[in-house]
Nanobody, 122 residues
Framework: QVQPVESGGGSVQAGGSLRLSCAAS????????VAWFRRPPGQEREFVGY????????YYVDSVKGRFSISRDNAKSTVYLQMNSLIPEDTAVYYC???????????????WGQGTQVTVSS
């Protein structure tokens, strides 16, 4: 089975950028859709965006549209979350997840990473 591993989190000031990576351990991401979710402090985990297995389709939650973008390099079996114009409300633990369907719901994804912390200060 595929095991996603996130990296690239850290602390940044508002207006800054970060790029998170999600690498596949074990099997590759071939054939899998990959989504990013986040859990803000004291809140439920929420959907951020997804990318299809081929990379031809992406979708984002309204709060990050125009600021975040998801891409993938299938040769490296890695998916990226580029985050620009960060705001304090983006502070959260970010998770990537792989599944065989495109979904905005957690139940659509079978394999989850451990998460990486992103902190945005004002």
């Amino acid at each position: 089975q595929v095991q996603p591993v996130e990296s690239g989190g850290g602390s940044v000031q508002a207006g800054g950028s970060l790029r998170l990576s999600c690498a596949a351990s074990g099997r590759t991401f071939s054939g899998y859709s990959v989504a990013w979710f986040r859990r803000p402090p004291g809140q439920e985990r929420e959907f951020v965006g997804y990318i299809s297995a081929s990379g031809s389709r992406t979708y984002y939650v309204d709060s990050v549209k125009g600021r975040f973008s998801i891409s993938r390099d299938n040769a490296k079996s890695t998916v990226y979350l580029q985050m620009n114009s960060l705001i304090p409300e983006d502070t959260a633990v970010y998770y990537c997840a792989a599944g065989l369907v495109l979904s905005i719901h957690e139940r659509g994804y079978d394999f989850w990473g451990q998460g990486t912390q992103v902190t945005v200060s004002s």
